[in-house]
């Protein structure tokens, strides 16, 4: 567990350790403000127990009232149901995914509260601070959202970012670092073109830190922008596919 920021009863808390080696390892993320949460991509049944007990040493039982999914993988949703059943929180998930969701066993007591976010993203108000739901298509699902927090000027990032890997959780030298991450974007991210959409949106924001859904965190703005300079020129997806593939014999 990791304390991102606490100050002026807004708290932000990183979990990182709830999986086990054979799971691709995930982050998660609570922001609380003034006593109200919202929960940020919380993964699968594996992870739900543990993710659970602690978040209900932090939070009162009725200050969970938002839960974020940022696209539809399994690391991310695959335990919506155990949350909303015990929970009366709204579940905010891209309108492409939906109808997919309920593949993973929402019960239709609580399908209600999964609210769709529309392509063009919203504001979701938790406690007193207006958080941005910001596009972040094909990065690297069809539908996807990051989440800024204008509070502690914190992008959460999804899989853009994400590393595996690494021995740290909190990014020293960028550019030691960039093993961990290239590999992953240029097989996960469609292409260079979407990549350079959402930096021209997110340009728009006052960016101290990246959080992504997977490895470490990169603070301050010179990690932040050493990212996006590296990202914006990669070549990545439908980028670097060959012309055709071979059948196989």
Known sequence: MLNLYSENNHEIVLFHDFGTEAMV???QVVIINNGEAMLLDPGGHKVYAPLF?????????????????????????????????????????????????TH???DKFAVHRILPIPDEGQTIKVGEVDLKVIPAH???????????????????????????????????????????????HKRYMASNRAIRIWIKTIEKLDIENIVPQHGAIMKGRENSRKF??????????????????????
């Open 138 to 184: 094909f990065l690297h699902s069809a539908g996807n959202f990051h989440v800024y927090d204008p509070v502690s000027k914190t992008l959460f990032s999804g899989d853009m970012g994400a590393s595996l890997g690494m021995p740290y959780m909190e990014v020293q030298d960028f550019d030691a670092h960039i093993q961990y991450m290239e590999g992953f």
């Open 104 to 106: 993973f066993g929402v």
């Open 25 to 27: 390892q995930a982050n």
């Open 53 to 101: 007990a602690e978040l209900s040493s932090m939070v009162k039982p009725n200050g969970l009232k938002h839960i974020f999914f940022s696209h539809q993988d399994p690391d991310i949703i695959a335990a919506a149901n155990g949350w909303l059943m015990v929970t009366e929180a709204n579940a905010y998930l891209p309108s492409l995914w939906t109808r997919f969701i």
């Open 228 to 249: 996006l300079n590296w990202i914006a020129s990669l070549q990545c997806g439908t980028d670097i596919m060959p012309d055709s593939w071979d059948i196989p014999e």
